[in-house]
């Protein structure tokens, strides 16, 4: 429809339609990539909020976030927050700053579920290369491509799966998950090193904050859920008003569990 030196960026559907003299698909396409953004953007902000939830839930951060409005059965208080930070950073912050940095999270969680699929299953540690992308370019592909066949190919027919899914599981492992991981790495060759530095500066603050403070909330939090449980059994136990040595010498054992869980 138009030479690749006089596609827009910003807009390269809309104005590759407006070169051919379609504009009625011009105004179509526009119309079509604004109710995509805001989907993706209010999906981003429904999901992210249910995420700050769940950590609110671990005290990593404040529980004040993960209250639930009882009407209307959604986390307020975490949605607000979201999205006021969300509209404050994308105010002050470049488009091209917060896209190179939301492809190198996203990218790196692909490839973090991925690499996880792959040691449920295995039991294996999985790595990847780096390798520049300059002229000599294809030398690296040349490489890595078939280390990574023969690796999948290693891993697929050497290696028996330690786990087997009783319902479902994702098919083609590791092949499936083996290209996502190497997709993934190929695509953040393509991100410019400030955005790696920027993905690099917040990773780092929010480990210190996690072994710092968020590691011990968790731990504190899963122990006191660990006593609650069992003490819910006690009380069960107890209302049960079975007499019998077996049962009072499981609720003896209970309350010794709840002991040595609070020591």
């Given at each position: 429809?138009?030479?690749?030196?006089?596609?827009?960026?910003?807009?390269?559907?809309?104005?590759?339609?407006?070169?051919?003299?379609?504009?009625?698909?011009?105004?179509?396409?526009?119309?079509?990539?604004?109710?995509?953004?805001?989907?993706?953007?209010?999906?981003?902000?429904?999901?992210?909020?249910?995420?700050?939830?769940?950590?609110?839930?671990?005290?990593?951060?404040?529980?004040?976030?993960?209250?639930?409005?009882?009407?209307?059965?959604?986390?307020?208080?975490?949605?607000?927050?979201?999205?006021?930070?969300?509209?404050?950073?994308?105010?002050?912050?470049?488009?091209?700053?917060?896209?190179?940095?939301?492809?190198?999270?996203?990218?790196?969680?692909?490839?973090?579920?991925?690499?996880?699929?792959?040691?449920?299953?295995?039991?294996?540690d999985a790595t990847s290369g780096y390798w520049a992308l300059n002229e000599d370019g294809w030398i690296g592909y040349c490489i890595t491509v078939p280390m990574w066949l023969l690796s999948t190919a290693g891993l697929a027919f050497f290696v028996p799966q330690a786990r087997k899914?009783?319902?479902?599981?994702?098919?083609?492992?590791p092949w499936l998950p083996s290209s996502s991981i190497a997709l993934n790495v190929f695509l953040l060759g393509s991100i410019d090193k400030d955005s790696y530095v920027r993905f690099l500066i917040w990773t780092a603050i929010l480990l210190v904050y996690y072994f710092i403070f968020g590691l011990h909330a968790s731990y504190d939090t899963a122990k006191a859920f660990e006593v609650k449980a069992k003490e819910e059994t006690v009380y069960i136990m107890a209302e049960a008003g079975e007499d019998s040595s077996a049962d009072k010498s499981a609720t003896e054992a209970a309350a010794d569990g709840i002991k040595s869980v609070s020591d």
């Open positions: 429809m138009t030479p690749y030196q006089s596609i827009d960026p910003d807009a390269p559907f809309s104005r590759a339609f407006e070169t051919i003299g379609w504009h009625w698909a011009e105004y179509v396409v526009a119309a079509g990539a604004l109710k995509g953004m805001t989907s993706v953007l209010l999906v981003g902000a429904v999901g992210q909020a249910r995420y700050l939830t769940h950590i609110a839930r671990t005290h990593m951060i404040p529980p004040w976030f993960a209250k639930v409005n009882p009407k209307t059965g959604t986390p307020i208080n975490a949605t607000v927050a979201m999205l006021a930070a969300t509209a404050i950073i994308a105010f002050f912050t470049k488009l091209e700053i917060l896209s190179d940095l939301l492809s190198i999270s996203t990218l790196f969680i692909f490839s973090l579920v991925a690499i996880a699929l792959l040691v449920r299953r295995y039991y294996v899914p009783k319902l479902w599981g994702v098919p083609l492992v």
